[in-house]
């Protein structure tokens, strides 16, 4: 397996950030880790400090993209080959991530674990968007994407390391999409994730509903206008 660094990034996750940590390690001994503490207002920092994890202190709030691409940034200085999203809210289940890491020494350059690879969605308006997201991708690349909204992924250091030097890459499915047109070889294994087990989502119905739109726009949109980044693989 490529050298890993699995990157956690949390924001007053202080109910489950032990049992997820310790549950990684339990699971994947031989996995590195970094929990991105983003800020947070509760008591995140110190739980990880008193625990002796792995810890990136950010010292005010980002955002999700920006404490992923600090942990990125630490990777690229730490020479990583590779770095998996995990969650702090427990819905990330470890077991999966030897399957998930396990293309990337087959040449691929992203990994995206998918609850419906093998299962059907859902009929919601959240999985609505999540299928009209698919869509725009599938027009746009020509790469069918069956959950292309999920936050467990894992990128090969062709690919992460543009999240260090490019401006604009965001863990999203309209950076995924910018990235396959840019050559990057995509793809997805199944996974099951579980229920945020304490605290609640900041996505919304009406939050959901926007996030699912705009990342859609950018899709069919903007994406086509980004000067495309090289990944130094032969096209």
């Given at each position: 397996?490529?050298?890993?660094?699995?990157?956690?990034?949390?924001?007053?996750?202080?109910?489950?950030?032990?049992?997820?940590?310790?549950?990684?390690?339990?699971?994947?001994?031989?996995?590195?880790?970094?929990?991105?503490?983003d800020g947070s207002t509760d008591g995140t920092a110190r739980l990880c400090a008193d625990q002796g994890f792995a810890l990136l202190?950010?010292?005010?709030?980002?955002?999700?993209?920006?404490?992923?691409?600090?942990?990125?940034?630490?990777?690229?200085?730490?020479?990583?080959?590779?770095?998996?999203?995990?969650?702090?809210?427990?819905?990330?289940?470890?077991?999966?991530?030897?399957?998930?890491?396990?293309?990337?020494?087959?040449?691929?350059?992203?990994?995206?674990?998918?609850?419906?690879?093998?299962?059907?969605?859902?009929?919601?308006?959240?999985?609505?968007?999540?299928?009209?997201?698919?869509?725009?991708?599938?027009?746009?690349?020509?790469?069918?994407?069956?959950?292309?909204?999920?936050?467990?992924?894992?990128?090969?250091?062709?690919v992460f390391k543009q999240f260090v030097t490019e401006p604009n890459m965001t863990p999203e499915p309209d950076t995924v999409s910018?990235?396959?047109?840019?050559?990057?070889?995509?793809?997805?294994?199944?996974?099951?994730?579980?229920?945020?087990?304490?605290?609640?989502?900041?996505?919304?119905?009406?939050?959901?509903?926007?996030?699912?739109?705009?990342?859609?726009?950018?899709?069919?949109?903007?994406?086509?206008?980004?000067?495309?980044?090289?990944?130094?693989?032969?096209?």
């Amino acid at each position: 397996m490529i050298k890993t660094l699995v990157v956690i990034p949390a924001y007053n996750e202080e109910q489950s950030i032990v049992s997820v940590v310790s549950g990684l390690v339990a699971c994947c001994p031989g996995l590195d880790y970094l929990v991105v503490n983003d800020g947070s207002t509760d008591g995140t920092a110190r739980l990880c400090a008193d625990q002796g994890f792995a810890l990136l202190d950010l010292p005010t709030n980002l955002g999700l993209a920006g404490a992923v691409r600090a942990g990125m940034r630490f990777a690229c200085d730490q020479g990583y080959d590779a770095v998996v999203q995990f969650d702090s809210d427990g819905q990330h289940r470890p077991e999966y991530l030897p399957s998930l890491l396990a293309p990337l020494d087959d040449g691929y350059d992203i990994v995206c674990a998918s609850r419906f690879l093998d299962a059907r969605k859902p009929l919601s308006m959240r999985m609505m968007g999540s299928r009209l997201i698919a869509l725009a991708i599938r027009l746009t690349t020509g790469v069918r994407l069956t959950d292309p909204t999920s936050g467990q992924r894992a990128y090969h250091r062709r690919v992460f390391k543009q999240f260090v030097t490019e401006p604009n890459m965001t863990p999203e499915p309209d950076t995924v999409s910018f990235l396959i047109k840019c050559g990057a070889r995509v793809t997805e294994v199944p996974v099951r994730m579980d229920e945020r087990r304490f605290g609640s989502s900041y996505l919304t119905a009406l939050r959901s509903t926007k996030y699912m739109l705009r990342i859609a726009i950018s899709i069919i949109i903007l994406q086509p206008f980004r000067l495309r980044c090289d990944l130094g693989r032969q096209q």
